[in-house]
């Protein structure tokens, strides 16, 4: 059971996050469900605490392969575990996929993969969850968006280096994506106004 100040802690972060969500959600049409804002504040505070994403297998704390959490929820028989099973996965996929895609990129791994994972697993509790089935089915929906808002709310403020100016720029460049073309002219960089197909 966590602590009071844990749990004080975990609220203080979820209230921050959900601030910064709500303010960048200010720029999309149509604009998320508020439960969908607060599911995803309390997300990244849950994942705040390093023992929500890591686990212990085999002898080592790592973080379990989204393809391997898709494999245990198919292969179990109870539907309230695979529930649990691809929440987690959904959840991870976001977490992982906004914040760290060039450390998944380096190794292959696309942001299309947690797309996939990600949004297959909200689509199906947006079917069979027995709670926030509108917030599951609007992540799925929306997933690669959202995921955008996410890395958002938790990179603004982050000192950003040459190479990951580079990264965000080959992102829009890919995406022709307005909110990465926003981040990039607030850290000074002049994009061109009309932009061909790449």
Do not use: K
Not at 47 to 52: C, I, L, R
Not at 133 to 142: I, N, P, Q
Not at 184 to 196: A, H, N
């Amino acid at each position: 059971m966590p602590s009071v100040s844990q749990t004080t802690f975990e609220n203080t972060l979820a209230d921050f996050f959900r601030e910064r969500l709500q303010a960048g959600a200010e720029d999309l049409d149509p604009r998320p469900q508020e439960e969908t804002l607060w599911y995803l504040g309390s997300l990244l505070a849950r994942f705040g605490d390093s023992g929500q994403v890591f686990s212990f297998d085999e002898g080592e704390l790592s973080i379990r392969p989204l393809a391997l959490l898709y494999r245990d929820a198919v292969e179990v028989d109870n539907h309230y575990h695979r529930c649990l099973i691809l929440r987690q996965l959904g959840d991870l996929a976001l977490f992982m996929g906004a914040l760290f895609p060039e450390n998944y990129r380096r190794r292959g791994i696309s942001r299309d993969y947690f797309i996939g994972m990600g949004g297959g697993a909200y689509d199906y509790l947006g079917e069979n969850a027995r709670h926030n089935r509108r917030v599951f089915s609007e992540l799925a929906g929306r997933f690669a968006r959202l995921l955008e808002l996410v890395a958002a709310a938790c990179g603004r403020g982050r000192e950003m280096d040459a190479t990951d100016i580079l990264q965000l720029f080959q992102r829009w460049r890919e995406s022709g994506d307005p909110q990465l073309a926003a981040q990039l002219r607030s850290l000074g960089v002049v994009l061109p106004e009309v932009r061909g197909v790449h």
